[in-house]
């Protein structure tokens, strides 16, 4: 049996921290500039402001998460995560080198955070789609971050067992931008997103082909932006988190109306005076031959409400491989 398993780790960043007094800039100064002696030292800003780390206590809940033995997964897709130095030193230091087969390409994020693949098992090819563009837009990459293509072998690297499509759809960060304008285009680019996902997966997998598309798609299963995800190349696609088995209990919601009536949700959000939202964002469809080895699903239930170390859930299937 293998487990297969996607999750958001909520941005995973390697930040230097530090502290600056700018109160002594004259004020025509129009910006600063931070000199290191190491080389390796960089500064990274988004939209003006400093990207830093989670807090170690954070990324600590993320670790015990994963590493608890009611998930361990033997393949686990990872987004947010700033770079493959990143991801090796979580392995490493915060999962106890649990996962000797790493993967993360760069990708086109301004905000740096990129998918990836921690695996028990030895990786194959790979193959990076950051450059792919939708015929609606051409000369713009689709993907603000990308759709990767791994490849999971048997233990003696002889045949590949499965392949898995790892990917991070566009956010509903501007929903409420120019006039409500902003989540037409963000639904617009997340059908753009999963419509090449669709022509590319189709054209390299062959049909009896063993393979699972995964990721944070920000948006639920049934949404329309991402209808291109339920068919691909013909065949329809199995949707493996349709009544997943929760493992672990959240706290329940202020008002006992507002609790979930579905274990089918790994993000919860809530905005201001209003009631939360639980939403399956995180998916993973199999393909038929696939599908045809699925024994159960199951999502690591956070235990408070805002979330343990991410705003997102871990979800996981186990296939008779």
């Given at each position: 049996?293998?487990?297969l ?22 004020s025509?100064s ?7 002696a190491?080389?390796?030292v ?15 206590a954070?990324?600590n809940k993320?670790?015990?998460?994963i590493?608890d ?5 033997d393949?686990l897709?990872?987004q947010e ?7 090796n ?8 080198g649990l ?9 086109n994020?301004p ?15 790979i193959?990076s ?6 015929p609606d837009?051409p ?5 603000g ?7 999971i ?6 045949n ?7 990917t991070?759809l566009k956010s ?17 680019r997340?059908r ?7 022509t590319?997966?189709?054209q390299r997998?062959?049909k009896?082909?063993r ?5 944070d ?10 209808k291109?995800l339920k068919?691909?190349?013909g ?5 493996s988190?349709t009544?997943?088995t929760e493992?672990?209990?959240m ?8 609790n ?12 201001s ?6 939403h399956?964002?995180?998916?993973i469809?199999?393909?038929p031959?696939?599908a ?5 699903s199951f999502?690591?239930r ?8 991410s ?5 996981w ?5």
């Open positions: 049996m293998i487990k398993g996607t999750f958001n780790l909520n941005n995973l960043f390697s930040r230097f921290n530090f502290s600056a007094s700018i109160s002594d800039l004259n025509g129009a910006s600063i500039t931070f000199s290191f190491s080389p390796d960089k500064v990274k800003t988004f939209k003006g402001k400093l990207i830093k780390p989670q807090p170690p954070k990324t993320i670790a015990n998460r590493v033995a009611a998930m361990n997964v393949v897709a990872v995560v700033e770079n493959i130095a990143i991801l030193e979580f392995n490493g230091t915060n999962l106890g996962y000797p087969f790493r993967v993360l390409v760069e990708g994020d905000r740096f955070i990129d998918v990836g693949i921690l695996s028990k098992l030895p990786i194959g090819a193959t789609f950051r450059l792919a563009e939708h837009a000369g713009k990459e689709v993907f971050r990308d759709l990767l293509e791994v490849q072998l048997s233990p003696n690297k002889k590949i067992l499965f392949t898995v499509y790892n991070h509903h960060f501007g929903d409420d931008d120019d006039g409500g304008n902003g989540k037409k285009k963000n639904d617009t997340r753009q997103q999963a419509e090449v996902m669709q590319i997966i189709g997998m062959q009896n082909a393979y699972a598309v995964v990721g798609m920000n948006d639920p299963p049934n949404a329309g932006p991402l291109a068919k691909i190349d065949q329809n696609m199995f949707n988190l009544n997943p493992i672990g209990t706290k329940d919601e202020t008002n006992p109306a507002d979930p009536t579905t274990t089918a949700w790994t993000h919860r959000f809530k905005a005076g209003q009631p939360p939202e639980h399956l964002f995180d998916h469809w199999l393909s031959r696939l045809d080895k699925h024994l159960g999502i690591g956070r235990q408070n409400l805002g979330g343990d170390g705003d997102h859930d871990p979800a299937v186990e296939l008779n491989l």
